[in-house]
């Protein structure tokens, strides 16, 4: 259910009372509603609520709106960072079982490590989140899954077999650091873009970047395609480097 404040504030009180007892009730817990009847708290609540004014015309209305609340300077870097974290995600993902068979690794296997190293990593986001704040994760994140998209690219280049089994160590190490610092940036990006912008922004804020993205994401296929078609697998390693470096440069604006 929706939240006791967000019920309140649209003068839904009967539900904002209901809200409260089952909260109450998981909880174990007992609150000020238990000493009145719904009946009387909703009464109470409607003679103590201000009136609602009506908002100005064109008032919190989708980009206008987030532009108002921070510039385009705040609002156009965020903006870039969700593409570029969405071109760099799908891109290397959509043709990695060729990339890493390619280079003469065992591709399901790497993956399989790849997928099982997000859990560690959504993990360590929600720690850092809370201990060293919202951007301050999101730019060592960036920084050490661009460290381990540079060992990917350095191991790919020195073409790994079997014989030659400190590269492909290295490439599958490497492969699966990005993964594991790339992902949990999308947990970052979906807990910071909200908390950005007021209360009544949020939602449109959080929707707004996140429709961006996805109409982004479709060009990924594309781009992705032509970089692997491009040449040596490094080449394919190193546009994704390249793309989550300056990701991580733009958090530092």
């Not at 979906?190 to 209360?199: N, S």
């Not at 040449?231 to 994704?240: K, T």
């Given at each position: 259910?929706?939240?006791?404040?967000?019920?309140?504030?649209?003068?839904?009180?009967?539900?904002?009372?209901?809200?409260?007892?089952?909260?109450?009730?998981?909880?174990?817990?007992?609150?000020?509603?238990?000493?009145?009847?719904?009946?009387?708290?909703?009464?109470?609540?409607?003679?103590?609520?201000?009136p609602v004014e009506?908002?100005?015309?064109?008032?919190?209305?989708?980009?206008?709106?987030?532009?108002?609340?921070?510039?385009?300077?705040?609002?156009?870097?965020?903006?870039?960072?969700?593409?570029?974290?969405?071109?760099?995600?799908?891109?290397?993902?959509?043709?990695?079982?060729?990339?890493?068979?390619?280079?003469?690794?065992?591709?399901?296997?790497?993956?399989?490590?790849?997928?099982?190293?997000?859990?560690?990593?959504?993990?360590?986001?929600?720690?850092?989140?809370?201990?060293?704040?919202?951007?301050?994760?999101?730019?060592?994140?960036?920084?050490?899954?661009?460290?381990?998209?540079?060992?990917?690219?350095?191991?790919?280049?020195?073409?790994?077999?079997?014989?030659?089994?400190?590269?492909?160590?290295?490439?599958?190490?490497?492969?699966?650091?990005?993964?594991?610092?790339?992902?949990?940036?999308?947990?970052?990006?979906?807990?910071?873009?909200?908390?950005?912008?007021?209360?009544?922004?949020?939602?449109?804020?959080?929707?707004?970047?996140?429709?961006?993205?996805?109409?982004?994401?479709?060009?990924?296929?594309f781009l992705s395609?032509?970089?692997?078609?491009?040449?040596?697998?490094?080449?394919?390693?190193?546009?994704?480097?390249?793309?989550?470096?300056?990701?991580?440069?733009?958090?530092?604006?």
């Open positions: 259910p929706e939240t006791p404040h967000y019920l309140a504030s649209r003068r839904r009180f009967g539900e904002a009372f209901d809200t409260l007892q089952m909260m109450a009730a998981v909880n174990g817990a007992t609150c000020q509603a238990d000493a009145v009847e719904k009946e009387d708290f909703v009464a109470q609540m409607s003679a103590a609520a201000a009506p908002s100005p015309r064109d008032a919190y209305l989708g980009l206008r709106a987030l532009l108002q609340v921070h510039g385009l300077r705040w609002t156009g870097v965020l903006a870039l960072v969700w593409l570029l974290q969405t071109a760099t995600y799908w891109g290397f993902t959509l043709f990695l079982p060729r990339f890493l068979t390619e280079c003469g690794v065992p591709a399901n296997l790497t993956i399989f490590f790849m997928v099982l190293a997000e859990l560690p990593g959504g993990v360590a986001a929600s720690l850092a989140m809370d201990r060293v704040g919202r951007v301050s994760t999101l730019r060592w994140f960036l920084a050490i899954a661009c460290c381990f998209a540079a060992l990917t690219t350095a191991a790919a280049s020195a073409a790994p077999t079997r014989s030659n089994w400190r590269a492909a160590a290295a490439l599958v190490i490497g492969a699966v650091g990005v993964y594991m610092f790339l992902i949990p940036i999308w947990a970052v990006l979906q807990v910071l873009t909200p908390e950005a912008y007021p209360a009544p922004l949020r939602a449109r804020a959080l929707g707004g970047f996140s429709a961006l993205q996805a109409g982004f994401g479709c060009a990924s296929p395609a032509a970089a692997i078609a491009g040449g040596a697998p490094w080449v394919y390693a190193l546009i994704w480097t390249a793309l989550i470096f300056c990701n991580g440069f733009l958090c530092t604006a």
